[in-house]
């Protein structure tokens, strides 16, 4: 039997995770370890080609059903009439017709205190579970809003609890009298829970299954409610996802597909007889039907479609189709030419040469100028999950290296002033905030420091001498930003600004001469559109450089200091919340205050911005949201139809 | 068990039966399986201590003294690795191990079947496995694996905290629960509703009883002194503790993290001096009080 588990690099393995109760179906691949297992090795930035012997003569037909507004919080289910979802406007939880793209709000929302998360319908379209934000409690409950019947419209709280972080409804049990939910727990591990509906008197939730601080996702019950399939990040080091089905009764547990690419559970045919699955192995995201037996895989995986980019899973129906939202929002790096006085002289132009990277938000140009580094996903079939690589690129736009350092998320890149290493900022695989010194030749990692818990380390600015590395933090007590320095050799921090409830900080820069930080921060009653003040870096005097217009604010984490000194960059966007999109524009504040100027440089969504050392080029990275919904008709194997449902 | 998973992983040939735990319990509690036929599994395995014992190594057969502390055998069934090392990868490879162990139970595998085979007490429970041609062995092993993944504990007042009863833990006891997962930096191995992360670390407690710990199986040196996340249910129950039974109450363990375990070139990068104020380290104690619950499988 041929199997969708990828070329053994440890066959071994396998006999370990036999006896662990975990059955395998042929050989592993290098991250194949069971979930809640010890990692396997690690794997090589390059996705294998699979197991893959067979594709359908005919792919199944695909369609648009909407562009607008799509939410890829919410799931469908049942006959696939709908799709829940949160309505972004508003934060109500709401339904879309997948008929005709049409969009109801459930629940009328008065203002941003409250709103939904992540929603799932029952298989009967009877009801929706969803995720809702309380804020007298500052806590997510799990809510249950029947679509129809005498109840209609009573919203019921089915799960309330104060070790729950954020419940995210997923599934639904065979019979459609439980939810299944994931929930993070304040200790920050990760469960899979069945939550009763309130007319079962006397059920409690049970808990199916408890993961560490890695998260299973994408759960579907087979039509048969014997088996539960899900993905899970097999290691702790990087972010790829494996697909896993485990018994619902008793401790029998399957890989079905693993390999060092992103491997995804979409949902089951109707009869139970396939798992779809999208994976990444063949170098782009393609839809596979596995053949399923007794909770294993039994034969070779089928290919449905190729080349599904950036989608995400939202669910199957019992007609037979496959729902799923394609990420069509704009992730890029632009780059302008400056005149002397800081103003561009050139069109923005993107440095990614047409590639289908996810860029982060932040490029860095290297001490000479002459390359820029960014974070980047590699792969887009869950789009904000999964493993990160580092590249750089010359100016030019050549990439010239990749790296792939054995972390799951790292968030922002910056040089070293020799240009022989990296800062990254990055978490482990409890969730903490690292940053780490990566050498450039050697690829070797040191961490520098390990953030105390909640204290959601941001915003790194490191001296020119690497010894100091300034940052924003959360304050122990108060739970507010402060601005603090790290002494790297000694490992002591400093306030450098403290925490205030009048003044929240959201960003920092170090000066080039490294003898002050900019900090963009709120108004004193915190109404405003912002601040952008300058302060020594051993503390003292907060001297405001210049506050936003009414009709303003500053641009979250935009800022940047002009080579010379003489200037700061930042970001100014209208405060007009009528505008879906408005743009951003970057303007130069002097250091030694006055009205800030226009740079001629405006886009929509930029989240950072760079110059080059020698002043005359700056990148901005540009995000903005957007996706589309899309229906695939049921795929036919063998010439025989396999319908889907759940 | 409230607060406990449902799904406890078994390998596919020992699904969990009625007959399997009952030969299972049977075996558990039967002293002439051992050289001297006066100890069993729950002679260092004593329920009424959480199936842990009250010394700071195990004594076997003959008197003889162990090399560990009997580890508690509570919710083994959720574990990944077994014994302080992690030699063995499964309960089915890790129950005959004390059996032919000459400090615990001192037998070979041939006298144990003699002995099982011997003992009509256990021929009913043999009788389906032995006409497939199964060695009495993997018998005994899947009824004692089978036994033990029956011996849990939950339901206790952290778990009725976390279904919403705000009762449940004193003030002192939240207090203790956030340090845990705070400040003391506890949750980093004891993660999850049992408390353990299932992996090894170097606290430097093997500084003092020069046992390499996790090194002896994979022969790394970063691994030496490494020992594995013992859960913390019952933990109150199972004085002394460590791998070596060095340390007596849970107050001297409390006393040991604050300063930062004990140096050594491998200490686990997660341990460091904490700087627990008297009123914390006290508070950490109640919490770990409040894991005591409900015992099954006696």
Redesign the interface.
Known sequence: MLSFISTSRRPTRAA?L??????VGGWLGACSSAP???DGAQAPGQAEPGAVRQRLAEAPLTRRVSSEWVDLEGRTAGAGRFQAMVDWSSGDLALRNLSNGSITRLTANKGWSEFAGSAAISPDERFVAYAWFVSEKSRYQLRLYPLSGPDSGQVRVIL????VVYPMPQAWTADGREVLATIQ?????N?IIAVPLPACTGC??????????RYPYDLSISPDGRWLAYDFPPTTARGERNVYV?ALD????STIAASSANDLAVGWSTDGSHLFVSSERAGSPSLYAVPMNGGKASGEPVLIRADLWGIFPLGTTSSGGIVYGVNTGRRDILTVSLDPSGRANSRATSILSGSREMPGNQAAWSPDGQHIAYVTNRGSAIGFTGPTDIVIRAADRTEVRRLSPKLSRVGAVSWYRDGSALLLHSRDE?GRGLFMRMDLKTGALA?LY?E???SFTRAPNLSPDGNTLYFIANS?AAMMPEVVALDIRTGRLRVVLEASRNRSVTALALSPDARELAVLHTDRDGEGGGVLSVMPVSGGNVRELHKAADTLRFSYGVIEWLPDGSGIVAGMTSRDDSEANPSTELVLVPAAGGAPKSMGISEVGIRSVRVSPDGRRATFNVFVGGAELWKMEPPKLDGGRVATRR | VAGLDEFMPHPEDNPLTAERVAMGRMLFFDPNLSADARTSCASCHIPRHAFADTLAVSRGTHGLTGERNTPSLINRGYGRAFFWDGRAVSLEAQVLEPVTNPLELGLTLHELERRVLADPRYRPYLRADRARGEPVRTVVARGLSSYLRTIRSGSAPFDAWGTGDTSALSVEARRGMALFRGKANCISCHIGPNFTDEEFHNTGVFAVSGDSGRARVTGRTEDVGAFKTPSLREVARTAPYMHDGSVGTLEEVVDFYDRGGRANAALDAEIRPLGLSVEERRALVVFLHALSGRITGH
Do not use: Y
Request: charged residues 35%; aromatic residues 4%.
């Open positions: 370990t036999s006896l662990l109760g975990v059955a809640g297992g010890r309330d609890e104060p070790d727990r304040t200790d920050q591990a469960q409690t939730r049970r808990v199916l299954r408890t993961f560490d601080w485990m008793g401790g029998r547990e409890k961490t390990t105390q818990a909640n122990e």
